[in-house]
């Protein structure tokens, strides 16, 4: 059951009331959360398709190199990426489509808690960039918050207010991604 509260303010005009539900609160977390992965993307594969370009000089993988003195347990996979360019290029290409695609519904609020919990995930898995990074000291923060806002976003039917999870939700309801225990809680829309 959604709950609603309803507000009554002054305008020029008169009185107006406004019924808000809990989700609508979310819907600038969902748009700043949304036109940040978008935003990420977008930056790779179209303003600079060269960052997803092994042979060019601007690849982004290429900053495993100031990864690698403090990679610990990720040095490995970092020393595969950099001996292996083509398929950390691969990588790179998968995820940054991803990102259009979670920021994209985001935006939209299409599958919102899905694309929520697409997108802490893929913060998450971010994170030793976060920690290991030497381009920006703050990076941490921005992860860590993208991580927080996915897993609230995907908790949440934020979608369902200002977003066209309110169509799919009228026409189908509640649809949990999986039966089983821990996975009921996460849906669709």
Same mark, same amino acid.
């Given at each position: 059951?959604?709950?609603?509260?309803?507000?009554?303010?002054?305008?020029?005009?008169?009185?107006?009331?406004?019924?808000?539900?809990?989700?609508?609160?979310?819907?600038?977390?969902?748009?700043?959360?949304?036109?940040?992965?978008?935003?990420?993307?977008?930056?790779?594969?179209?303003?600079?398709?060269?960052?997803?370009?092994?042979?060019?000089?601007? $690849?982004? @993988?290429?900053?495993? /190199?100031?990864? %690698?003195?403090?990679? #610990?347990?990720?040095?490995?996979? =970092?020393?595969?990426? +950099?001996?292996?360019?083509?398929?950390?290029?691969? $990588?790179? @290409?998968?995820?940054? /489509?991803?990102? %259009?695609?979670?920021? #994209?519904?985001?935006?939209?609020? =299409?599958?919102?808690? +899905?694309?929520?919990?697409?997108?802490?995930?893929?913060?998450?898995?971010?994170?030793?960039?976060?920690? %290991?990074?030497?381009?920006?000291?703050?990076?941490?923060?921005?992860?860590?918050? +993208?991580?927080?806002?996915?897993?609230?976003?995907?908790?949440?039917?934020?979608?369902?207010?200002?977003? %066209?999870?309110?169509?799919?939700?009228?026409?189908?309801?509640?649809?949990?991604?999986?039966?089983?225990?821990?996975?009921?809680?996460?849906?669709?829309?």
């Amino acid at each position: 059951m959604s709950q609603e509260t309803t507000f009554s303010r002054s305008t020029l005009v008169g009185e107006v009331q406004t019924k808000l539900t809990p989700q609508a609160y979310l819907l600038p977390v969902r748009l700043v959360v949304g036109w940040d992965w978008l935003d990420a993307g977008l930056r790779k594969l179209v303003l600079a398709p060269d960052k997803v370009d092994p042979s060019s000089s601007s $690849f982004v @993988l290429n900053k495993f /190199v100031s990864f %690698l003195p403090h990679a #610990g347990v990720f040095a490995p996979l =970092l020393k595969y990426f +950099l001996e292996n360019p083509g398929t950390g290029g691969t $990588f790179l @290409l998968v995820y940054s /489509v991803a990102e %259009l695609l979670v920021g #994209g519904l985001l935006v939209l609020g =299409l599958m919102t808690r +899905l694309a929520g919990f697409g997108g802490a995930v893929m913060a998450a898995a971010l994170a030793p960039a976060f920690w %290991l990074g030497s381009t920006c000291e703050d990076e941490w923060q921005i992860g860590i918050l +993208l991580v927080a806002a996915g897993a609230v976003l995907a908790l949440t039917s934020s979608g369902r207010t200002f977003g %066209l999870d309110s169509l799919l939700y009228r026409r189908f309801g509640d649809r949990p991604i999986s039966r089983l225990p821990g996975l009921r809680l996460l849906k669709f829309w």
